[in-house]
Protein backbone atom coordinates (compact mmCIF):
# COMPACT_ATOMS: atom_id res chain seq x y z
CA UNK A 1 0.00 0.00 0.00
CA UNK A 2 2.34 2.65 0.68
CA UNK A 3 4.42 1.56 -1.99
CA UNK A 4 1.77 2.09 -4.14
CA UNK A 5 1.50 5.68 -2.97
CA UNK A 6 5.46 6.63 -2.85
CA UNK A 7 5.20 5.77 -6.62
CA UNK A 8 2.41 8.12 -7.37
CA UNK A 9 3.61 11.13 -5.02
CA UNK A 10 7.51 10.91 -6.05
CA UNK A 11 8.14 11.45 -8.97
CA UNK A 12 5.80 15.14 -8.45
CA UNK A 13 8.58 15.73 -5.63
CA UNK A 14 11.06 15.12 -8.02
CA UNK A 15 9.61 16.90 -10.07
CA UNK A 16 9.64 19.86 -7.59
CA UNK A 17 12.82 18.99 -6.88
CA UNK A 18 14.29 19.52 -10.15
CA UNK A 19 12.57 22.63 -10.57
CA UNK A 20 13.72 24.27 -7.36
CA UNK A 21 17.21 22.96 -6.84
CA UNK A 22 18.98 22.79 -10.16
CA UNK A 23 19.01 26.66 -10.57
CA UNK A 24 19.88 27.45 -7.33
CA UNK A 25 22.24 24.80 -5.95
CA UNK A 26 25.99 23.43 -7.11
CA UNK A 27 25.48 20.74 -4.86
CA UNK A 28 22.41 19.34 -6.24
CA UNK A 29 23.78 19.73 -9.63
CA UNK A 30 26.72 17.88 -9.25
CA UNK A 31 25.14 15.33 -7.97
CA UNK A 32 23.43 14.85 -10.77
CA UNK A 33 26.26 15.41 -12.88
CA UNK A 34 27.59 12.51 -10.81
CA UNK A 35 24.89 9.94 -10.90
CA UNK A 36 24.99 10.70 -14.46
CA UNK A 37 28.83 9.80 -15.28
CA UNK A 38 29.25 7.37 -13.05
CA UNK A 39 26.27 5.20 -13.08
CA UNK A 40 27.01 4.87 -17.17
CA UNK A 41 31.14 4.36 -16.05
CA UNK A 42 32.72 1.22 -17.92
CA UNK A 43 33.73 0.44 -14.37
CA UNK A 44 31.06 -0.61 -12.95
CA UNK A 45 30.63 -3.70 -15.32
CA UNK A 46 28.20 -7.19 -14.19
CA UNK A 47 29.39 -8.25 -11.07
CA UNK A 48 28.93 -12.18 -9.95
CA UNK A 49 28.58 -11.11 -6.67
CA UNK A 50 28.98 -8.16 -4.01
CA UNK A 51 28.49 -6.57 -0.27
CA UNK A 52 26.30 -3.29 -1.27
CA UNK A 53 26.75 -0.99 1.54
CA UNK A 54 24.80 2.56 2.06
CA UNK A 55 25.53 5.13 3.68
CA UNK A 56 23.60 8.82 3.14
CA UNK A 57 27.08 11.28 3.86
CA UNK A 58 28.79 11.49 7.24
CA UNK A 59 26.80 8.30 8.54
CA UNK A 60 29.95 6.57 6.72
CA UNK A 61 32.00 6.51 9.70
CA UNK A 62 29.28 3.85 11.12
CA UNK A 63 30.15 1.57 8.23
CA UNK A 64 33.70 1.72 8.02
CA UNK A 65 34.42 -0.91 10.85
CA UNK A 66 31.82 -2.95 8.93
CA UNK A 67 33.76 -2.75 5.94
CA UNK A 68 37.00 -4.07 7.64
CA UNK A 69 35.31 -7.07 9.47
CA UNK A 70 33.59 -7.80 5.80
CA UNK A 71 36.96 -7.71 3.94
CA UNK A 72 38.82 -9.45 6.74
CA UNK A 73 35.99 -12.23 6.16
CA UNK A 74 35.41 -12.30 2.89
CA UNK A 75 38.15 -10.77 0.93
CA UNK A 76 37.20 -12.37 -2.55
CA UNK A 77 33.53 -10.43 -2.45
CA UNK A 78 33.67 -6.80 -4.16
CA UNK A 79 32.19 -4.09 -1.58
CA UNK A 80 30.45 -1.50 -3.36
CA UNK A 81 29.43 2.07 -1.36
CA UNK A 82 26.32 3.84 -2.48
CA UNK A 83 26.11 7.09 -1.08
CA UNK A 84 22.94 10.34 -1.78
CA UNK A 85 24.95 13.74 -1.15
CA UNK A 86 28.58 14.24 -3.27
CA UNK A 87 29.97 15.16 0.09
CA UNK A 88 31.63 12.96 1.67
CA UNK A 89 32.57 11.53 -2.17
CA UNK A 90 36.58 11.78 -1.71
CA UNK A 91 36.65 10.57 1.52
CA UNK A 92 34.48 7.19 0.06
CA UNK A 93 36.88 7.33 -2.81
CA UNK A 94 40.25 7.35 -0.99
CA UNK A 95 39.00 4.13 1.52
CA UNK A 96 41.29 1.22 0.02
CA UNK A 97 38.41 -1.10 1.12
CA UNK A 98 36.10 0.19 -1.10
CA UNK A 99 36.37 -1.50 -5.05
CA UNK A 100 33.04 0.67 -6.34
CA UNK A 101 31.81 3.89 -4.99
CA UNK A 102 28.61 5.32 -6.82
CA UNK A 103 25.87 7.61 -6.01
CA UNK A 104 22.74 6.23 -5.13
CA UNK A 105 20.33 6.11 -7.98
CA UNK A 106 16.96 8.30 -7.43
CA UNK A 107 14.63 6.22 -6.12
CA UNK A 108 12.41 5.14 -9.11
CA UNK A 109 12.19 1.73 -9.84
CA UNK A 110 14.11 1.05 -12.95
CA UNK A 111 17.27 2.88 -11.46
CA UNK A 112 17.38 0.80 -8.84
CA UNK A 113 16.42 -2.70 -10.72
CA UNK A 114 19.40 -1.69 -13.08
CA UNK A 115 22.10 -1.39 -9.75
CA UNK A 116 20.91 -4.37 -8.26
CA UNK A 117 21.19 -6.64 -11.48
CA UNK A 118 24.84 -5.01 -12.15
CA UNK A 119 26.19 -5.44 -8.39
CA UNK A 120 24.23 -8.71 -7.86
CA UNK A 121 24.78 -8.06 -4.06
CA UNK A 122 24.98 -10.46 -1.22
CA UNK A 123 23.37 -8.36 1.39
CA UNK A 124 22.38 -4.27 1.41
CA UNK A 125 23.90 -3.10 4.54
CA UNK A 126 22.33 0.80 5.51
CA UNK A 127 24.31 3.01 7.94
CA UNK A 128 21.74 3.78 10.73
CA UNK A 129 18.92 6.10 8.81
CA UNK A 130 19.10 6.43 5.27
CA UNK A 131 15.97 4.29 4.00
CA UNK A 132 14.34 4.73 0.75
CA UNK A 133 11.03 3.04 -0.10
CA UNK A 134 11.92 1.66 -3.25
CA UNK A 135 15.66 0.98 -2.93
CA UNK A 136 13.84 -1.47 -0.13
CA UNK A 137 10.96 -2.49 -2.04
CA UNK A 138 12.95 -3.78 -4.86
CA UNK A 139 16.16 -5.71 -3.04
CA UNK A 140 13.15 -7.66 -1.04
CA UNK A 141 11.67 -8.05 -4.65
CA UNK A 142 15.31 -9.82 -5.99
CA UNK A 143 15.44 -11.57 -2.30
CA UNK A 144 18.73 -9.56 -1.44
CA UNK A 145 18.46 -9.60 2.68
CA UNK A 146 18.68 -5.83 4.18
CA UNK A 147 19.83 -5.24 7.02
CA UNK A 148 20.14 -1.25 9.17
CA UNK A 149 22.93 -1.48 11.74
CA UNK A 150 23.89 1.17 14.45
CA UNK A 151 20.42 2.14 14.43
CA UNK A 152 18.83 4.55 17.39
CA UNK A 153 15.62 5.30 17.74
CA UNK A 154 14.66 9.15 18.49
CA UNK A 155 10.67 10.41 19.21
CA UNK A 156 9.26 11.47 15.59
CA UNK A 157 7.20 14.83 15.98
CA UNK A 158 4.56 14.06 14.18
CA UNK A 159 2.49 10.72 14.26
CA UNK A 160 3.16 10.42 10.24
CA UNK A 161 6.76 10.47 10.75
CA UNK A 162 6.08 7.42 13.16
CA UNK A 163 3.84 5.78 10.70
CA UNK A 164 6.65 6.03 7.89
CA UNK A 165 9.66 4.97 10.04
CA UNK A 166 7.77 1.99 10.97
CA UNK A 167 6.65 1.06 7.24
CA UNK A 168 10.58 1.57 6.19
CA UNK A 169 11.41 -0.74 9.13
CA UNK A 170 8.94 -3.29 8.36
CA UNK A 171 10.71 -4.03 5.06
CA UNK A 172 14.11 -4.79 6.52
CA UNK A 173 15.04 -8.55 7.09
CA UNK A 174 16.90 -7.37 9.98
CA UNK A 175 17.83 -4.28 12.38
CA UNK A 176 21.17 -3.51 14.65
CA UNK A 177 20.83 -0.92 17.20
CA UNK A 178 22.46 0.99 19.34
CA UNK A 179 20.83 0.55 23.27
CA UNK A 180 18.62 -2.35 24.61
CA UNK A 181 15.93 0.99 24.64
CA UNK A 182 15.89 1.40 20.60
CA UNK A 183 15.76 -2.57 20.22
CA UNK A 184 12.55 -2.89 22.61
CA UNK A 185 10.61 0.04 20.78
CA UNK A 186 11.33 -2.02 17.62
CA UNK A 187 10.22 -5.10 19.07
CA UNK A 188 7.24 -3.15 19.92
CA UNK A 189 6.34 -1.41 16.62
CA UNK A 190 7.39 -3.83 13.86
CA UNK A 191 7.88 -7.86 13.34
CA UNK A 192 11.45 -7.40 11.98
CA UNK A 193 14.07 -8.82 13.85
CA UNK A 194 16.35 -7.45 15.96
CA UNK A 195 19.78 -7.29 18.03
CA UNK A 196 21.32 -4.80 20.44
CA UNK A 197 25.30 -5.25 19.76
CA UNK A 198 25.99 -1.39 19.85
CA UNK A 199 27.16 1.64 17.75
CA UNK A 200 29.65 0.57 14.93
CA UNK A 201 31.31 3.84 15.39
CA UNK A 202 33.01 3.15 18.61
CA UNK A 203 35.19 0.61 16.72
CA UNK A 204 35.72 3.19 14.15
CA UNK A 205 37.24 5.49 17.08
CA UNK A 206 39.38 2.92 18.14
CA UNK A 207 40.85 1.99 14.73
CA UNK A 208 41.55 5.42 14.25
CA UNK A 209 43.45 6.34 17.34
CA UNK A 210 45.92 3.38 16.09
CA UNK A 211 47.20 5.49 13.27
CA UNK A 212 47.90 9.00 14.46
CA UNK A 213 48.60 12.50 11.93
CA UNK A 214 51.53 13.75 12.58
CA UNK A 215 51.23 17.28 14.30
CA UNK A 216 54.35 19.50 12.81
CA UNK A 217 54.79 21.06 16.53
CA UNK A 218 54.90 19.58 20.35
CA UNK A 219 51.95 20.50 21.91
CA UNK A 220 52.72 22.47 25.23
CA UNK A 221 51.88 20.27 28.67
CA UNK A 222 49.05 21.95 30.85
CA UNK A 223 45.79 22.29 31.22
CA UNK A 224 44.18 22.29 27.47
CA UNK A 225 40.99 22.43 26.70
CA UNK A 226 39.56 21.34 23.00
CA UNK A 227 36.56 22.95 20.93
CA UNK A 228 35.32 20.45 18.07
CA UNK A 229 33.43 21.20 15.34
CA UNK A 230 31.63 24.68 17.06
CA UNK A 231 29.15 27.07 15.07
CA UNK A 232 29.14 31.16 16.22
CA UNK A 233 26.10 29.87 18.26
CA UNK A 234 28.61 27.99 19.89
CA UNK A 235 31.26 30.28 20.36
CA UNK A 236 29.55 33.13 21.68
CA UNK A 237 28.48 31.34 24.80
CA UNK A 238 31.32 29.12 25.43
CA UNK A 239 33.75 32.31 24.93
CA UNK A 240 32.13 34.25 27.68
CA UNK A 241 32.50 30.73 30.02
CA UNK A 242 36.40 30.83 28.78
CA UNK A 243 36.33 34.54 29.52
CA UNK A 244 34.98 33.93 33.37
CA UNK A 245 37.67 31.08 34.20
CA UNK A 246 40.76 32.49 32.34
CA UNK A 247 42.59 31.67 35.11
CA UNK A 248 41.92 27.74 34.92
CA UNK A 249 43.19 26.78 32.21
CA UNK A 250 46.50 27.57 29.79
CA UNK A 251 45.07 26.97 25.93
CA UNK A 252 41.98 26.20 24.69
CA UNK A 253 42.17 24.27 20.84
CA UNK A 254 39.22 25.56 18.62
CA UNK A 255 38.14 23.84 15.59
CA UNK A 256 35.61 25.80 13.63
CA UNK A 257 32.79 22.72 12.34
CA UNK A 258 33.41 25.45 9.43
CA UNK A 259 36.74 26.81 8.77
CA UNK A 260 35.87 29.20 6.09
CA UNK A 261 37.55 32.56 5.63
CA UNK A 262 34.41 34.78 7.06
CA UNK A 263 33.62 32.30 9.68
CA UNK A 264 37.47 32.22 10.73
CA UNK A 265 37.56 36.49 10.19
CA UNK A 266 34.81 36.51 12.54
CA UNK A 267 36.42 34.49 15.10
CA UNK A 268 39.36 35.87 15.14
CA UNK A 269 37.95 39.72 15.75
CA UNK A 270 36.23 38.05 18.44
CA UNK A 271 38.88 36.76 20.19
CA UNK A 272 40.61 39.61 19.96
CA UNK A 273 37.70 41.79 21.11
CA UNK A 274 37.80 39.29 24.76
CA UNK A 275 41.57 40.07 24.33
CA UNK A 276 42.81 36.61 23.72
CA UNK A 277 45.77 36.19 21.69
CA UNK A 278 45.88 33.32 18.61
CA UNK A 279 47.56 31.37 16.70
CA UNK A 280 46.69 29.82 13.04
CA UNK A 281 47.26 25.88 12.62
CA UNK A 282 48.23 26.32 9.30
CA UNK A 283 50.81 28.62 10.26
CA UNK A 284 52.10 27.14 13.34
CA UNK A 285 55.90 25.98 13.08
CA UNK A 286 56.84 25.60 16.75
CA UNK A 287 54.99 24.60 20.46
CA UNK A 288 51.89 27.34 20.62
CA UNK A 289 52.52 30.17 23.02
CA UNK A 290 48.86 31.71 22.71
CA UNK A 291 45.91 30.99 24.52
CA UNK A 292 44.03 29.84 21.87
CA UNK A 293 45.26 27.50 18.72
CA UNK A 294 42.43 27.98 15.96
CA UNK A 295 42.76 24.55 13.82
CA UNK A 296 41.82 26.10 10.04
CA UNK A 297 42.59 22.87 8.68
CA UNK A 298 39.75 19.95 9.00
CA UNK A 299 41.36 16.56 9.61
CA UNK A 300 43.30 17.10 12.35
CA UNK A 301 40.69 17.79 15.26
CA UNK A 302 40.67 13.52 16.47
CA UNK A 303 44.48 14.05 17.09
CA UNK A 304 44.53 16.63 19.54
CA UNK A 305 41.76 15.24 21.85
CA UNK A 306 44.43 13.50 23.05
CA UNK A 307 46.57 16.16 24.52
CA UNK A 308 43.09 17.20 26.42
CA UNK A 309 41.30 15.97 29.62
CA UNK A 310 38.08 18.29 29.00
CA UNK A 311 36.45 19.38 25.70
CA UNK A 312 33.18 20.93 24.28
CA UNK A 313 31.56 19.28 21.37
CA UNK A 314 30.14 22.07 18.92
CA UNK A 315 26.49 22.88 17.45
CA UNK A 316 24.75 21.46 20.62
CA UNK A 317 23.83 25.50 20.94
CA UNK A 318 22.63 25.62 17.72
CA UNK A 319 20.35 22.62 16.62
CA UNK A 320 21.86 19.04 17.02
CA UNK A 321 25.02 18.49 18.90
CA UNK A 322 28.06 16.55 16.83
CA UNK A 323 29.64 13.52 17.95
CA UNK A 324 31.03 13.24 21.46
CA UNK A 325 32.52 9.91 20.90
CA UNK A 326 35.78 11.36 19.67
CA UNK A 327 36.83 13.06 23.19
CA UNK A 328 35.22 10.05 24.98
CA UNK A 329 37.38 7.97 23.09
CA UNK A 330 40.17 9.57 24.40
CA UNK A 331 38.70 9.96 28.08
CA UNK A 332 37.89 13.95 27.70
CA UNK A 333 35.58 14.48 30.15
CA UNK A 334 32.76 16.02 27.36
CA UNK A 335 30.87 19.67 28.15
CA UNK A 336 27.76 20.40 26.01
CA UNK A 337 24.91 23.15 24.89
CA UNK A 338 21.28 22.17 25.59
CA UNK A 339 20.71 20.27 22.01
CA UNK A 340 21.53 16.34 22.33
CA UNK A 341 18.53 14.84 21.84
CA UNK A 342 20.04 13.64 18.70
CA UNK A 343 22.91 11.97 20.26
CA UNK A 344 22.43 8.56 21.80
CA UNK A 345 25.62 8.28 23.04
CA UNK A 346 26.02 11.81 24.78
CA UNK A 347 22.77 10.48 26.66
CA UNK A 348 24.04 7.62 27.39
CA UNK A 349 27.25 9.10 28.99
CA UNK A 350 25.43 11.82 30.45
CA UNK A 351 23.87 9.11 32.98
CA UNK A 352 27.75 7.58 33.56
CA UNK A 353 29.74 9.29 36.21
CA UNK A 354 33.18 9.36 37.31
CA UNK A 355 34.58 10.54 40.35
CA UNK A 356 31.00 11.85 41.04
CA UNK A 357 30.71 14.08 37.93
CA UNK A 358 28.99 13.17 34.91
CA UNK A 359 31.09 12.02 32.04
CA UNK A 360 29.22 14.29 30.02
CA UNK A 361 27.73 17.82 31.34
CA UNK A 362 24.95 19.28 29.37
CA UNK A 363 25.56 23.60 29.92
CA UNK A 364 22.17 25.44 29.50
CA UNK A 365 24.58 28.65 29.20
CA UNK A 366 27.74 30.33 29.96
CA UNK A 367 27.22 30.25 33.49
CA UNK A 368 26.99 26.38 34.11
CA UNK A 369 29.55 26.10 30.87
CA UNK A 370 32.03 28.46 33.62
CA UNK A 371 31.45 26.28 36.78
CA UNK A 372 31.88 23.04 34.79
CA UNK A 373 35.40 24.06 33.30
CA UNK A 374 36.30 25.58 36.96
CA UNK A 375 34.71 22.03 38.97
CA UNK A 376 36.91 20.09 36.73
CA UNK A 377 40.40 21.77 36.81
CA UNK A 378 39.91 21.86 40.87
CA UNK A 379 40.85 18.54 40.61
CA UNK A 380 44.36 17.98 40.93
CA UNK A 381 46.44 16.66 37.93
CA UNK A 382 47.29 13.43 38.76
CA UNK A 383 43.58 12.70 39.67
CA UNK A 384 41.93 14.23 36.29
CA UNK A 385 44.63 11.43 34.64
CA UNK A 386 43.19 8.39 36.65
CA UNK A 387 39.81 9.95 35.32
CA UNK A 388 41.11 10.30 31.54
CA UNK A 389 42.67 6.62 31.84
CA UNK A 390 38.60 5.16 33.15
CA UNK A 391 36.41 7.11 31.02
CA UNK A 392 38.63 5.78 27.96
CA UNK A 393 38.67 2.01 29.48
CA UNK A 394 34.70 3.08 29.22
CA UNK A 395 34.47 3.74 25.71
CA UNK A 396 36.59 1.40 24.55
CA UNK A 397 33.99 -1.50 26.66
CA UNK A 398 31.70 -0.44 23.58
CA UNK A 399 33.35 -1.75 20.88
CA UNK A 400 33.09 -4.78 18.81
CA UNK A 401 29.39 -4.28 17.47
CA UNK A 402 30.82 -4.87 13.56
CA UNK A 403 32.22 -8.15 14.91
CA UNK A 404 29.20 -9.26 16.68
CA UNK A 405 26.77 -8.23 13.93
CA UNK A 406 28.53 -10.20 10.83
CA UNK A 407 28.26 -13.23 13.67
CA UNK A 408 24.95 -13.23 14.12
CA UNK A 409 23.85 -13.07 10.71
CA UNK A 410 25.94 -15.72 9.57
CA UNK A 411 25.52 -18.01 11.91
CA UNK A 412 21.58 -16.90 11.16
CA UNK A 413 22.04 -17.55 7.47
CA UNK A 414 20.44 -13.82 6.99
CA UNK A 415 22.98 -13.77 3.93
CA UNK A 416 24.65 -16.22 1.33
CA UNK A 417 27.23 -16.63 -0.10
Same mark, same amino acid.
Given at each position: ???????? !?????? !?????????????????????? *? $???????????????????????????????????????????????????????????????????????????????? %?????????????????????????????????????????????????????? *???????????????????????????????????? $????????????? %?????????????????????? $??????????????????????????????????????????????????????????????????? *????????????????????????????????????????????????????????? %???????????????????????????????????????????????????
Amino acid at each position: MMTNVYRS !LFPIFF !LLFLMLGIPFSAKIREGFRLRR *L $RLRAPFLKKLEQSFWIHAASGEYEYARPLLRELKERHPEVPIVVTFFSPTYMKVIDKDPLVDYSIPLPFDFPGAIQSLIR %KIRPQALFIARTDLWPEMLSQCRRFSVPRILFSYHHSRSRSWWSSFIRMQLLSE *LSHIDCVSEESKEWVKESVHTPVTAFGDTRYDQVQE $RKLRPKPIPFEMP %KGRIIVLGSTWPEDEEVILKAL $RQTRESWDMVVLAPHEPTSNHLADLRKNLESQGFSYELFSKAVKSPQSDFLILDQVGYLFDFYRYSD *LSFVGNSFKSKVHSVMEPLSFGNRVLLGPKIHNSYEALDFKRIHVDDKPVVEVCNNS %KSLAEGIESHFRLPEDQRSMNKMTIEGLVKEKSGASKSLLTHLEDHNIYHL
